[in-house]
């Protein structure tokens, strides 16, 4: 096949997707964090991973705005040259502060930071651990090293710990990695029997939080605080652009090796680093997450009111409130139609469709924010039930 006639699928699949492409969504304004325009309807954000609601924090913008002043509007240069400025290197210093590490790595986004870390950390020889149902960018660092990938089924740490058996002694040169919360279900890895298992059989952990930072953990380090496992746990990668409301990522160690990964890694080395703005955008937002602890508090709460919303609708979205949760539809066709609606309806979840959904579901996946009103909550919940709830497709589905 030539190479540009492989297009013809992807136009097929395109045409599928019908004339509202759930790829191609423009958000044509924003009033804030959690209400936008799109399609010319007032919307409510309902997918937005914006958990602590930052990105229209007013201590957070004029920041950006100083940093652009005094520093410019980009560095024009990648970290190992010209694009390494005191404020990189200030927000390193209280990324591993705030872990209590002795040291970070900022990344140009989360997905460098994935990859970045797994380039430095493993090679051809080396095996990895994965669950399942790692984000994509954890698959793609596996495969930029080349190491030999050992799946293991999501969430399960006696699956784990049957595939380190199977190394032999191999296990105790294992990288295991794992999310602390899942980006799609929204369900939180079991992440002090996974640190068990790595600890006895002499492997090291990689735990990626990127949709735990600020979420989870009493100040906000995420599962592997609530876990109790920061002794433990041999890496955590996070990203900037969820609850920190910017861009960009970090890998932050109790292992001093950490600060020699940036001479072994392409995805630090051959990229352009974080803006001024964005890194005092970011700092500033740390210092936020630090010190008002009432944004976790409030997320929680309008989870907690999404998740009691949507479970008395009869919707099955997980057990627990969690600031991501998806609802399972019977098939694609269902899916898209319902995503659809939704948006008519003025609100905007994520669409996941297979393959993008574990287990190859067709998801609608919303994600709370701080920001969230309860009227704002109120309309999701309102909305998912006109379209959603008891649809003979919903009930088919769920065996209802
Ligand atoms: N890890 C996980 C678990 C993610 O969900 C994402 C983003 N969806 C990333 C890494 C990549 O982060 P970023 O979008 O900031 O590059």
């Known amino acids: 096949m030539s190479l540009l006639a492989k ?37 409510v954000l309902a997918g937005t991973n914006n958990y602590l609601g930052l990105t229209f924090d007013a201590a957070g913008v004029a920041a950006g705005r100083q940093a652009i002043q005094d520093a410019g509007t980009g560095t024009t240069g990648s970290r190992m040259a010209n694009g390494t ?16 590490y002795p040291h970070a790595v900022v990344f140009s986004t989360g997905y460098a930071a994935n990859l970045g870390t797994l380039a430095a950390l493993l090679g051809p020889e080396d095996a990895v651990l994965l669950d399942a149902d790692a984000h994509a960018s954890l698959y793609d660092g596996c495969r930029l090293c080349q190491a030999q990938v050992y799946v293991f089924r999501h ?53 990626d939080e990127a949709h735990s930072l600020g979420v989870a953990g009493e100040q906000g380090r995420g599962v592997v605080e609530a876990a109790g496992i920061l002794d433990q746990v041999d890496f955590v990668v996070g990203t900037f652009s969820k609850s920190l409301g910017t861009m960009g990522g970090f890998c932050t160690s109790r292992h001093e090796e950490l600060a020699l990964f940036t001479y072994a890694s392409r995805p630090y080395m051959f990229t352009a680093s974080p803006s001024p703005a964005t890194v005092e955008c970011t700092r500033s937002a740390l210092r936020a997450l630090r010190n008002r602890p009432e944004l976790k508090a409030q997320l929680w709460r309008n989870a907690r009111q999404l998740h009691q919303g949507l479970t008395q609708l009869g919707l ?15 098939d694609r066709t269902e899916a898209l139609s319902a995503w659809r609606k939704l948006l008519e309806e003025g609100v905007y979840v994520n669409l996941m469709l297979p393959p993008a959904a574990p287990s190859g579901g067709s998801l609608l996946r919303m994600s709370v924010s701080a920001a969230h009103k309860p009227q704002e909550i109120e309309q999701i919940v309102a909305a998912m039930g006109k379209v959603v709830a008891k649809t003979d497709a919903y009930l088919r589905s769920t065996g209802k």
Request: aromatic content about 4%; hydrophobic content about 45%.
């Open 7 to 43: 297009f013809q699928a992807v136009a097929e699949v395109r045409r599928s997707l019908g004339e509202v492409d759930p790829t191609k969504v423009v958000i044509e304004r924003l009033h804030s964090p959690t209400l936008g325009v799109i399609n010319g309807v007032a919307t």
């Open 85 to 100: 400025y005191a404020g990189h290197v200030a927000l390193e210093a209280e990324i591993a502060d705030f872990y209590g």
């Open 155 to 207: 969430n399960d740490s006696s699956s784990l710990d049957a595939r380190l058996t199977r190394l032999g002694e191999r296990a105790a040169n294992a990288l295991v990695v794992v999310e602390g919360l899942y980006s799609v279900l929204g369900d939180q890895a079991p992440l002090a029997e996974i640190a068990e298992v790595k600890s006895r059989r002499g492997a090291l952990l990689l735990v």
């Open 316 to 330: 099955q979205v997980g057990e627990a409130p969690s600031p991501v949760m998806a609802v399972r539809l019977a």
